[in-house]
Nanobody
Framework: QVQVVESGGGLVQAGGSLRLSCAASRSIVSAYTIEWYRQAPGKQREEVASITSTGSTNYLDSVKGRFTVSRDNAKNTVYLQMNSLKPEDTAVYYC??????WGQGTQVTVSS
């Protein structure tokens, strides 16, 4: 299994922005769909966004227009640009694909 490391989380005020990174230990981001998930306290993990090997993207309705997923094949890294953040975006964010383990995630906290 390929390892992934998520980073870029932090504490931000509502309306602010963060960019999350998902770095893979091998060259997989151009070959597999990479998904971003999040899990808030007491809630189930939900898929937030994804990017396929062909570059097609998909988003959870509640983040459409605010979040953008992209990738850098040369760096084996997928990004999640999050703008206009809301308190309800507070969660631990993870990236995942069929060939990766779950990483440790990165905490995003949005204060009101």
């Amino acid at each position: 299994q390929v390892q992934v490391v998520e980073s870029g989380g932090g504490l931000v005020q509502a309306g602010g922005s963060l960019r999350l990174s998902c770095a893979a230990s091998r060259s997989i981001v151009s070959a597999y769909t990479i998904e971003w998930y999040r899990q808030a306290p007491g809630k189930q993990r939900e898929e937030v966004a994804s990017i396929t090997s062909t570059g097609s993207t998909n988003y959870l309705d509640s983040v459409k227009g605010r979040f953008t997923v992209s990738r850098d094949n040369a760096k084996n890294t997928v990004y999640l640009q999050m703008n206009s953040l809301k308190p309800e975006d507070t969660a631990v964010y993870y990236c995942k694909s069929l060939v990766t383990n779950w990483g440790q995630g990165t905490q995003v906290t949005v204060s009101s």
